[in-house]
């Protein structure tokens, strides 16, 4: 049998294969060759199928060229270029290798859509003895619960995953064929190792089917009621929307990816029957963790689903932003709250007796991994939900060993304070994050942890992952900070709440507090005198209530736009005020910034106002070095305030800023100099002379604060800026974008 279609007119433009060969005209295998069809990606897409009123309907839909009813057919045709698709059930690809092996040249590319790579990889060995250069094991995520070829849809691969585990054997041009013919339709090519994805789709596809056909079987035979589905509602659809899908296919599977399956099995029922007992018993504090870890996990898939960030490695795209020059920043706004605060207020109200309510908590990327990590070590959190936390205590010694590796993103305080915890457990440990906090010290908080007694191990260079051995007895030091650091300081003084004696730290120069001043709401005798801070292990915190201030750190930006920008005035409300951070008021105010605080107030131990700026003409200055810890991370958005001064900003004694998210130094100067400003770096500083700025692209350098420190710059710009890779602002500011335009900023977000 051989039917062709007369409509398909082949396009002058390039394929990107020869012929494509569908053995299997399903769902799978149908959307691709109509896929490939419909954008001309192929020579000439051809069917092979048993049936032939399926080959009609195929030629009628428009989903290949022609069809034939054996491979034989069409094999002596093939030749280099050409793609074989097989799209059967698992169990069934053997048999379509060995016709392949007897009639198909080297030359052409074979490749599949099995949902179990381990059973094709040994069918393979089966039939040739060993895995061939042409075949390339791959496998989309996409389908329906819909099957046969009628179900076929050319857009189906669209921005969905498909997943290529080349073997050593696999020919490379086979391999970039393949990835190349998956691309073409649209879909997102990542490649993992046969064992991974196995294991995976196990977990992730496998089990939920098995799970969804037992539930709806047990509900037909077993309840007895014949109103059981007539009354269901749409949770029940859709968690048992996979039960329609193709009996035999999941058949094959569960045959195929046994070992896998079963452990998943294994898994969920050791889950559920601990679930059960804790209902049986009406164990509230269990039911509310796995309820909450559940929703945050479920989240944070939908996120990745919609390529949002929830923590930075799993933001899937990148966004610029792109600035017109001129305006002003007008009005009355609250930036989110304190991020320093935000971390802290999770990590003692986990270690404390009883429940923590917060108020204001940060909902950026950075405290959200704080948060993630906790849950990850056993410890109940409600939320966040509209700056709304609740956080129920475990006391110090309740965490329990997280499954696999803390992952906590871009975020430096995060690694630095918890590993001062994680260094008092009983268990091993091991902390890690993205791309930029790779590359940070570590050794800073590893050197004085072994000082206690703790067993730290760092990757080369003293840089993360930081593996942390359980169980060690610690013994408070006295501790000589070697230069200003807060999130060293609270390492240490954390690690002294497990620690033997008194643990004493001296800090060279005054750094945010917000560690001594949290510990003490929370009740734990924290001694200050001067620049001593000392607490003696044995205690235990009790659960409070905190409100968090809005982050200076993140109004900063907001007061430098109105600082340079001609017309400004804006009102900056609840703002944290602590002493140790006050810095850049006093350095805008020392450039000749028009500055009041207002409404000064204490709110759970943290002094907040209301701060309004208004456009005032700004100086150069020598900054003074007694400033620079109390404005370490408000530096990126001062040196745009230097730029747009009269005269000369010197900045010495900050090389700290070398070592942050980014080298701060450096990256700044750049982008200054891209606008036309005179900006040198020095070792521990830099020197701007202020001046007119243009426009351009700068890099972040993956580095939130850079990100917004050149929005604002866009105010006294005289070309439009754009601002490249702006993705972790999510961070620290998740609302920056929306306040910017509230303001006046003229910012458009562009996706890439």
């Known amino acids: 049998m051989a039917v062709t279609s007369e409509e398909h007119t082949a396009s002058d433009s390039m394929p990107v294969i020869g012929k494509l060969v569908v053995v299997g005209l399903g769902l799978i295998g149908g959307s691709l060759a109509m896929g490939l069809r419909q954008r001309h990606a192929c020579r000439e897409a051809i069917g092979v199928v048993r049936r032939p009123d399926a080959g009609r309907k195929a030629i009628e839909l428009g989903v290949v060229d022609r069809v034939v009813d054996d491979l034989s057919a069409v094999a002596p045709e093939l030749g280099e270029g050409d793609v074989i698709f097989i799209a059967v059930p698992t169990l069934a690809v053997e048999s379509v290798l060995a016709a392949i092996r007897d009639q198909v040249s080297p030359a052409v590319t074979i490749t599949d859509g099995a949902s179990v790579k381990g059973s094709v990889r040994s069918a393979a060995e089966s039939v040739y003895g060993q895995s061939p250069a042409q075949l390339v094991l791959g496998h989309p995520i996409a389908g329906s619960e819909r099957s046969g070829v009628t179900a076929s849809n050319p857009d189906l691969y669209e921005n969905h995953r498909v997943i290529l585990t080349p073997l050593p054997e696999t020919g490379a041009v086979h391999l970039e064929r393949v990835r190349a013919l998956w691309q073409a339709v649209g879909a997102e090519v990542l490649d993992m190792s046969v064992e991974e994805h196995d294991q995976v789709l196990g977990a992730t596809s496998h089990l939920p089917h098995a799970i969804a056909y037992s539930l709806v079987d047990t509900l037909a035979e077993d309840i007895g009621n014949p109103n059981i589905f007539r009354y269901a509602a749409g949770g029940f659809r859709d968690f048992t929307r996979i039960a329609s899908s193709d009996p035999v296919m999941w058949h094959d599977i569960m045959k195929a990816n046994r070992g896998a399956v079963l452990d998943s099995l294994d898994l969920f029922i050791d889950n559920l029957t601990r679930l059960r007992a804790a209902i049986d018993r009406e164990d509230s504090e269990y039911l509310l963790g796995v309820f909450t870890r559940a929703k945050a996990a479920r989240d944070h898939f939908t996120n990745i689903l919609a390529k949002?960030?929830?923590?930075?490695?799993?933001?899937?795209?990148?966004?610029?932003?792109?600035?017109?020059?001129?305006?002003?920043?007008?009005?009355?706004?609250?930036?989110?709250?304190?991020?320093?605060?935000?971390?802290?207020?999770?990590?003692?109200?986990?270690?404390?007796?009883?429940?923590?309510?917060?108020?204001?908590?940060?909902?950026?990327?950075?405290?959200?991994?704080?948060?993630?990590?906790?849950?990850?070590?056993?410890?109940?959190?409600?939320?966040?939900?509209?700056?709304?936390?609740?956080?129920?205590?475990?006391?110090?010694?309740?965490?329990?060993?997280?499954?696999?590796?803390?992952?906590?993103?871009?975020?430096?305080?995060?690694?630095?304070?918890?590993?001062?915890?994680?260094?008092?457990?009983?268990?091993?440990?091991?902390?890690?994050?993205?791309?930029?906090?790779?590359?940070?010290?570590?050794?800073?908080?590893?050197?004085?942890?072994?000082?206690?007694?703790?067993?730290?191990?760092?990757?080369?260079?003293?840089?993360?992952?930081?593996?942390?051995?359980?169980?060690?007895?610690?013994?408070?030091?006295?501790?000589?900070?070697?230069?200003?650091?807060?999130?060293?300081?609270?390492?240490?003084?954390?690690?002294?709440?497990?620690?033997?004696?008194?643990?004493?730290?001296?800090?060279?120069?005054?750094?945010?507090?917000?560690?001594?001043?949290?510990?003490?709401?929370?009740?734990?005798?924290?001694?200050?005198?001067?620049?001593?801070?000392?607490?003696?292990?044995?205690?235990?915190?009790?659960?409070?209530?905190?409100?968090?201030?809005?982050?200076?750190?993140?109004?900063?930006?907001?007061?430098?736009?109105?600082?340079?920008?001609?017309?400004?005035?804006?009102?900056?409300?609840?703002?944290?005020?602590?002493?140790?951070?006050?810095?850049?008021?006093?350095?805008?105010?020392?450039?000749?910034?028009?500055?009041?605080?207002?409404?000064?107030?204490?709110?759970?131990?943290?002094?907040?106002?209301?701060?309004?700026?208004?456009?005032?003409?700004?100086?150069?200055?020598?900054?003074?070095?007694?400033?620079?810890?109390?404005?370490?991370?408000?530096?990126?958005?001062?040196?745009?305030?230097?730029?747009?001064?009269?005269?000369?900003?010197?900045?010495?004694?900050?090389?700290?800023?070398?070592?942050?998210?980014?080298?701060?130094?450096?990256?700044?100067?750049?982008?200054?100099?891209?606008?036309?400003?005179?900006?040198?770096?020095?070792?521990?500083?830099?020197?701007?002379?202020?001046?007119?700025?243009?426009?351009?692209?700068?890099?972040?350098?993956?580095?939130?604060?850079?990100?917004?420190?050149?929005?604002?710059?866009?105010?006294?710009?005289?070309?439009?800026?754009?601002?490249?890779?702006?993705?972790?602002?999510?961070?620290?500011?998740?609302?920056?974008?929306?306040?910017?335009?509230?303001?006046?900023?003229?910012?458009?977000?562009?996706?890439?």
Request: charged content about 20%; glycine content about 12%.
């Open 308 to 752: 949002r960030a929830f923590i930075p490695a799993m933001t899937t795209g990148k966004i610029d932003y792109l600035l017109q020059p001129g305006g002003a920043v007008t009005g009355t706004i609250r930036v989110p709250g304190d991020k320093s605060i935000s971390h802290r207020s999770i990590m003692l109200g986990s270690l404390a007796d009883g429940v923590t309510e917060v108020e204001g908590f940060l909902e950026g990327e950075d405290a959200l991994a704080t948060l993630q990590a906790f849950r990850d070590m056993g410890v109940v959190i409600e939320g966040p939900s509209e700056g709304r936390v609740k956080i129920h205590g475990v006391g110090l010694h309740g965490l329990k060993a997280p499954k696999k590796p803390l992952y906590i993103g871009n975020s430096g305080t995060t690694i630095r304070l918890m590993s001062g915890i994680l260094a008092g457990q009983a268990f091993d440990s091991e902390i890690s994050g993205d791309e930029s906090l790779a590359k940070r010290p570590m050794d800073r908080v590893a050197n004085p942890l072994r000082e206690m007694g703790a067993v730290v191990d760092t990757a080369e260079g003293g840089r993360p992952p930081l593996k942390i051995k359980g169980g060690q007895a610690l013994n408070g030091i006295d501790y000589e900070l070697p230069m200003a650091s807060a999130q060293v300081k609270s390492c240490v003084l954390l690690a002294g709440l497990y620690a033997q004696g008194t643990t004493r730290v001296t800090e060279p120069a005054p750094t945010r507090d917000h560690t001594e001043r949290m510990l003490t709401g929370f009740g734990y005798e924290v001694k200050k005198d001067g620049a001593v801070a000392e607490l003696t292990g044995g205690g235990h915190l009790t659960a409070t209530k905190i409100e968090v201030p809005a982050d200076i750190s993140s109004a900063t930006f907001f007061m430098v736009a109105a600082s340079i920008a001609p017309g400004s005035d804006l009102t900056l409300t609840h703002v944290g005020i602590n002493p140790t951070r006050v810095g850049v008021i006093n350095i805008l105010k020392a450039m000749g910034a028009d500055l009041t605080l207002s409404n000064e107030r204490t709110v759970g131990g943290e002094p907040v106002a209301d701060i309004r700026v208004r456009y005032a003409p700004l100086k150069g200055i020598h900054i003074p070095e007694d400033q620079v810890p109390l404005a370490i991370d408000e530096f990126p958005a001062l040196f745009i305030a230097a730029a747009c001064a009269e005269g000369e900003t010197v900045l010495t004694g900050a090389e700290e800023l070398r070592v942050k998210e980014s080298d701060r130094i450096q990256a700044m100067a750049d982008g200054l100099t891209t606008f036309g400003i005179a900006a040198k770096p020095t070792p521990d500083g830099i020197v701007i002379q202020g001046g007119t700025m243009g426009g351009g692209e700068v890099e972040t350098h993956h580095d939130h604060r850079i990100a917004m420190s050149f929005a604002i710059a866009a105010l006294r710009a005289t070309q439009p800026i754009r601002v490249k890779d702006a993705t972790n602002v999510a961070t620290s500011f998740p609302t920056f974008v929306e306040l910017a335009k509230q303001t006046g900023i003229s910012l458009e977000v562009i996706d890439h």
